[in-house]
């Protein structure tokens, strides 16, 4: 009973949230499944790791078919390509059995949300173009096309 209460809250939340929102509450499901896995990973709790795993990657998947590439441009292009290095990432220390890539693909997702929280928050240009790439991706951006990066709010 508890249980279809917190799925009803949560249907709620994902289908009134804006999309700036719903990249946040993303991001937030892939760290925590993510960071779920890789403690399932150490237990040696496969089946549980498993499962973390597939939701991590059903988000990063509903990231990644968001994208609106007409609106968004380079940048909706330099997501996608971090997007699918994350999936590939997660899958190869899966099989590798190598954990410190889990470490590596949460400190970018963590970066990005850090990024979106910043773009939803409307602070400064600057520290916005510092959180959303890496060195290697750097780009002028316009925060004001970065909200145009993800197409209208998907079903989740």
Known sequence: MNGSRVNAYQRTNVMTADP?????M??????SNL???????ESGEYEAKARAI????DIVNELLC?????KGGQIATNLSAIYDYMMRRI???DVDGEL???DEVLGMLEELKEAWEEISNNKKRGSVEKAMFASSMTEQLDPRGLSAT???????
Request: hydrophobic share 40%.
């Open 20 to 24: 700036k929102r719903l990249v946040l």
């Open 26 to 31: 993303c991001y937030e499901g892939a760290i």
């Open 35 to 41: 960071k779920f896995a890789k403690e399932k990973f």
């Open 54 to 57: 597939q939701k991590f990657q």
């Open 66 to 70: 968001s994208l609106d590439f007409e």
């Open 91 to 93: 899958l190869r220390a």
């Open 100 to 102: 410190s890539a889990f």
């Open 150 to 156: 993800y197409g209208p709010p998907a079903r989740l």
